[in-house]
């Protein structure tokens, strides 16, 4: 079997993504509350768009993919979700009045167009990237925020099963260019959403 997620990662910046100096501030606890707010803010989006990717994956996926997805789902929109809710009335945050960030907005705009694209591995890929980083970075850390440990326990045993069902198909398919520039774009993108907190 082919081992073409290594060859993902081997083809963009995956390494930097996991490892950035914001994720590290947020892990130690040195990051202050407005930017911990402001991460969260933004955060909440890309759960939403999660969803959606996950809707388009059980709609065009084969019965047994499809209750893999749907399963996952389930854990996003109760534990992630609830999670954000919670994050959100502690904090006084209006969910409805936030905004999206130039680079969420980018970030956003680029998984609608791959949404949009029905293409299985292509959205699989684009997935498989962001959901990948957040596993690597924020899993088993042990972080001494209370936030941070919180999150940290949402991607941890479940995140890495799905992560590992996804390898597994990502290895069992065709890989090209497009496949890894899809991965390759979705990793610099997450690197940027990450930075963008730091220019603050």
Request: proline share 1%; hydrophobic share 40%; net charge negative.
């Amino acid at each position: 079997m082919p081992d073409n997620s290594m060859e993902l990662i081997g083809n963009s910046r995956f390494k930097e993504a996991v490892n950035t100096e914001f994720a590290r501030l947020l892990i130690e606890n040195h990051c202050p509350e407005n930017l911990l707010k402001k991460y969260f803010i933004q955060d909440y989006f890309f759960v939403l768009e999660d969803i959606k990717v996950l809707n388009k994956l059980i709609d065009i996926s084969n019965d047994n993919y499809a209750e893999k997805f749907r399963r996952f789902k389930h854990i996003v929109e109760n534990d992630e979700i609830k999670f954000f809710t919670d994050f959100f009335v502690k904090n006084n945050i209006n969910s409805k009045n936030i905004e999206l960030s130039t680079c969420t907005k980018e970030y956003i705009n680029f998984m609608d167009e791959v949404i949009n694209s029905n293409d299985f591995v292509l959205i699989l890929s684009m997935l498989l990237a962001g959901e990948w980083i957040y596993l690597e970075t924020f899993s088993n850390r042990n972080s001494q925020n209370d936030y941070i440990n919180t999150w940290e326990k949402l991607h941890s045993e479940d995140l890495r099963i799905f992560v590992n069902f996804m390898i597994d198909i990502i290895n069992n398919e065709n890989i090209n260019d497009k496949i890894i520039n899809v991965f390759k774009n979705t990793v610099e993108l997450e690197i940027k959403f990450f930075c963008q907190f730091l220019k603050n």
